[in-house]
């Protein structure tokens, strides 16, 4: 899922969003057919009806959307898996297992899942059915929808097509046979399909909320979920608040009556509300601790950090010279010194990126290029220039949505860039929604962003740039046999030649370096003692399911 707004320590997309995933290579295993078992609950809290059961956070900034079909950043993917159940829902043990699925069945051939939909309601009343997962996999898949994360439907039956208006909505691979049988067809097997299922592309939504406001899921008023909390109010970009939802199925075991999410971009200011006792909970994954802090609060012991399945990595504009020539872009990627951003300023353990894909799923564990690789950046870049016809380099301008770690990244590669290549480059920052709709219009030079991982496999990373308009390229590059590549993948049964043909993939990937990596991320955040069971994914996800104040 997830563009990270903040990629410094969290998709994704981490100052706004992240996109994400993980797993060796290999797909991860999927539960026995015929049902998972239940989720691994929380332990027993007696003391917790003793404390008044409300968290309070910082978002850092304004949630895009509360909308499944349409979010695609880690802010707005919180508030959703708060407010949202899917099919499944990950675990404590990061595996999923049932939530608004009561039970399935798997065909033989695994092209086919049925799923019986538990008793349950959406947060105005209304049951939750079979029909509304149709009806929001369709919604999604529409092109008039304009999903930048409906290509996550493309392992159902005929979605791709759907998405592409080559085939009909009605042909798509999801089909209610009643209120309480869902029935799936897949395009070929995909053994994380259940985990798929816990992302929020793959959420309900409520038609006759939707059709009755467009705009349902802007405001607190009009906002229908079924998850475990709703959103009682929402003062955008100051404040929002979230309440235990009465009607979740599941609400015995929600222990947190209240989320209280303030909305500061600084990271400073949020880091004195932690100490000053007005927020529970400071960093990662909703935000970012400031980098002149992390040094003081590792002596202090106060700072956790875990490592998570997402890229860092820096986005060209591969339409606009002179980041439409190979060596220039590859130039400018080898010429930064990684290890030098860690140590100086990121300093939470982050790992120089010298691939697309986390080493938790790693498709080349040597990677693919020299950290700091000086000699050969100056060289690519003075053939480069030559094959577009320049003897030098205009004004660059490098685009991050405002953070003070994304500014502190991109002065000091600014700075290696004049230093190493001559090279001078203007910084502009911009608030996080505007800043994703530059990218997504092409109104960028190079750009930050993140990416952590929707599921545990490298598919996941790779099929971002599979086709130069889909959703969250931003690049605009394609090359056939990549997407040949991705293709076979999806076909292929054995996971080792399926693991060959994505490193085949990933290392065309690098070739042409549409993208630029950086660094692999860790969370980093410190939080109150008495704050429990916030369960973090290896994906960076934040589920407040299980929270409880002890």
Not at 424 to 435: C, G, P, Q, R
Request: a negative charge; one cysteine or more; hydrophobic letters at 35%.
């Amino acid at each position: 899922m997830k563009k990270n707004v903040f990629a410094l320590v969290s998709s994704i997309a981490v100052l706004g969003t992240a996109l994400a995933g993980c797993g060796g290579g290999q797909p991860a295993a999927a539960p026995p057919a015929g049902g998972t078992t239940p989720a691994p609950s929380q332990p027993a809290t007696p003391a917790a009806e003793k404390k008044p059961q409300v968290l309070k956070m910082n978002l850092h900034s304004e949630p895009p959307t509360a909308d499944p079909g349409l979010a695609e950043d880690t802010t707005s993917g919180a508030i959703i898996l708060a407010t949202f159940d899917g099919l499944t829902r990950i675990g404590t043990d990061d595996k999923p297992h049932e939530a608004a699925a009561e039970s399935y069945t798997v065909s033989d051939d695994k092209l086919t899942y049925t799923f019986k939909i538990r008793d349950a309601k959406w947060s105005n009343g209304d049951p939750v059915t079979a029909h509304d997962f149709e009806y929001a996999w369709k919604r999604a898949l529409d092109p008039k929808t304009a999903s930048n994360y409906a290509y996550q439907l493309y392992y159902v039956k005929n979605g791709e097509k759907a998405n592409k208006g080559e085939a009909k909505l009605d042909e798509v691979g999801v089909k209610a046979l009643d209120d309480k049988t869902l029935e799936v067809k897949l395009e070929n097997p995909t053994p994380y399909f259940l985990e798929l299922l816990a992302f929020r592309t793959y959420f309900p939504v409520n038609k006759k909320v939707i059709e009755a406001n467009p705009k349902w899921a802007g405001e607190a008023s009009s906002h229908v979920g079924n998850g475990p909390f709703k959103i009682e109010s929402w003062e955008h970009k100051s404040k929002m608040v979230l309440v235990k939802n009465e009607n979740y199925w599941d609400k015995d075991n929600v222990k947190l009556e209240k989320i209280e999410f303030s909305m500061v971009e600084d990271e400073n200011t949020e880091l004195s509300m932690f100490e000053n006792g007005e927020i529970d909970w400071a960093g990662a994954p909703m935000s970012a601790l400031p980098t002149d802090a992390i040094s003081a609060l590792k002596e202090q012991g106060k700072i956790q950090t875990k490592p998570i399945a997402g890229t860092y990595w820096y986005k060209f504009n591969t339409e606009k010279p002179p980041f439409n020539n190979i060596k220039v872009r590859k130039a400018f990627a080898y010429s930064i010194d990684r290890q030098a951003l860690i140590d100086n300023i990121l300093q939470t353990g982050q790992i120089p990126a010298t691939g697309a894909v986390p080493p938790s799923m790693v498709l080349n564990p040597n990677g693919y290029f020299k950290d700091k690789d000086l000699e050969n950046a100056k060289k690519l870049l003075e053939e480069g220039l030559k094959e577009v016809g320049m003897s030098k380099l205009p004004p660059i301008t490098l685009s991050y949505n405002t953070s003070e770690a994304h500014k502190k990244i991109a002065e000091a590669i600014q700075d290696q860039w004049k230093k190493n290549l001559g090279v001078d480059v203007k910084l502009e920052n911009k608030e996080w929604k505007v800043y994703l709709e530059d990218m997504h219009e092409g109104n960028f030079q190079i750009g930050r962003m993140g990416w952590l991982g929707d599921f545990n496999d490298p598919i996941n990373f790779l099929e971002l740039f599979k086709d130069k308009m889909g959703g969250n390229n931003d690049t605009r590059w394609e090359n056939a046999k990549y997407k040949d590549l991705l293709n076979q993948s999806a076909k292929e049964s054995d996971l080792e030649k399926r693991k060959k043909i994505l490193a085949d993939a990933e290392q065309i990937l690098m070739d042409e370096m549409p993208i630029m990596p950086i660094y692999w991320y860790t969370q980093s955040w410190v939080q109150k003692p008495e704050v429990k069971g916030v369960h973090q994914t290896g994906l960076g996800d934040v589920d407040w399911k299980g929270a409880y104040i002890e």
